[in-house]
Each structure stands twice: as structure tokens, then as C-alpha cells.
């Protein structure tokens, strides 16, 4: 089996950049993608394949993905930004989510 | 745009079977780059996925839940459906199906663009 491993929480002053992580063995060779989930709500796809944005995510949502570690940035935080977001990938046939992360904006 | 719409009963009684299904609107199912998941996500737990079907009938299961996962897909009804056999507490949980596609014109590479609402089941006598 392939785990993914992510911090429980993030916490970013107001305007500040946010960075969370998700580590999984060789994940540099993989594609990562991620997703953000408010509060009684579905999860929405910000970043495919490591490092791209679909459209209508803002430009302060930005990834990559290298060795051990993909990483998810969040430059100048917002409010609205506060979520759980989860990384994910593809280990064969079977689709592997991280354990979520929860991000405060303080 | 394509939406997604889980419906199925809300409360199954444990060593049951859970059914779910998911009508997909707005778009085909039968799509050559799309699969279609099942993810679940206990309250105030992280996502799990379940499974995926291709519009062939094609599957992939969740190696934890393998044993007791169905997934199904209904082409002229454009829906897919979930069954998960004896049921336990453990499986309570919101239910969401998402689309997902794969191959070189697949814009999202292989991640789960469109999700439904989701739908809560809980497993309780």
C-alpha cells in the first residue's frame, strides 16, 4: 500500500504564506493533486498534475512536487482561504488520499 | 456543465448492504476519458476512496474494501452505482461520487474535477 503523509494543521497569519506538505515515498514521480474542503461542503480541485490550476482557482494557490515532498503554497492568505486540504495521488489502480490538512488563518 | 447527484437511503441497519447511486447530468457517462468514484468521509475524518468504474464496466476497488465492494454502471440510465455488504458502524459516513479522467486529452490529468454534495448513511439498528 502507499500512505501520504500530511501535517494535522497549518496555521498563517492574515496575508502571510502558507505552506503544507504531503510526503509519500518517491511522490516526485508521481502526479499530485489537490483539493480544498470548507466546511459542509464538497471537496474542489485547486491544483492537478503537481503544479497546475484549474481555472477560476486564485494565482495564490501554487504547488510542487520533487523527491519525497509535494508541497501546496498559499501566498497571501485569505479568510476565505481557511479549509481542510488534502493531497492525493494514483498507487496503480487505486486512488490514495492524505490524512487532511487544517488550515487556520489567523 | 456536469453535475453529479448521490441519492440512496440514509440509514442502513448494520450487516446490511449500502446502496448508493450517483445520476450523472449534463454530460454522458459513457464518455471515453472518464471513470467514476465512490469516496467516503467520515464525520470529522479525512477522505477515503472506495472505487472507480469505467464506462466499459471496467473496475478498480480499494484493496481494504475489496471483499465487500460493487460498483456498477447503467449507461442508458446515466448513473453508476455503489453497493458495500456488511455494513458496520465503521462504515458510517458522507458518501460523495466525483469524475475522474485519464489519457493524454484528459485536461485534469487524473484527479477528480466534479464532486456531487455527497450523502450521509449511517449504519445503526
Known amino acids: 500500500s502507499y500512505e501520504l503523509t500530511q501535517p494535522l494543521s497549518v496555521s498563517v497569519a492574515l496575508g502571510q504564506t502558507a505552506r503544507i506538505t504531503c510526503g509519500g515515498s518517491?511522490?516526485?514521480?508521481?502526479?499530485v493533486h489537490w483539493y480544498q474542503q470548507k466546511p459542509g461542503q464538497a471537496p474542489v480541485l485547486v491544483i492537478y498534475r503537481d503544479s497546475n490550476r484549474p481555472s477560476g482557482i486564485p494565482e495564490r494557490f501554487s504547488a510542487s512536487n520533487s523527491g519525497k515532498t509535494a508541497t501546496l503554497t498559499i501566498s497571501g492568505a485569505q479568510a476565505g482561504d481557511e479549509a481542510d486540504f488534502y493531497c492525493q495521488v494514483w498507487y496503480g489502480n487505486t486512488g490514495v488520499f492524505g490524512g487532511g490538512t487544517k488550515l487556520t488563518v489567523l | 456543465q456536469v453535475q453529479l447527484q448521490e441519492s440512496g437511503p440514509g440509514l442502513v441497519k448494520p450487516s446490511e448492504t449500502l446502496s448508493l447511486t450517483c445520476t450523472v447530468s449534463g454530460g454522458s457517462i459513457s464518455s471515453g476519458i472518464y471513470y467514476w468514484s465512490w469516496i467516503r468521509q467520515p464525520a470529522g475524518n479525512g477522505l477515503e476512496w472506495i472505487g472507480r468504474?469505467?464506462?466499459?464496466?471496467?473496475?478498480n476497488y480499494n484493496p481494504s474494501l475489496k471483499s465487500r465492494v460493487s460498483i456498477s454502471v447503467d449507461t442508458s440510465r446515466n448513473h453508476f452505482s455503489l453497493k458495500l455488504s456488511s455494513v458496520t458502524a465503521a462504515d458510517t459516513a458522507r458518501y460523495y461520487c466525483a469524475r475522474g479522467s485519464e489519457g493524454p486529452s484528459a485536461k485534469f490529468g487524473d484527479a477528480f474535477d466534479i464532486w456531487g454534495q455527497g450523502t450521509v448513511v449511517t449504519v445503526s439498528s
Open positions: 518517491n511522490i516526485g514521480t508521481k502526479n
Open positions: 468504474i469505467y464506462a466499459s464496466g471496467s473496475t
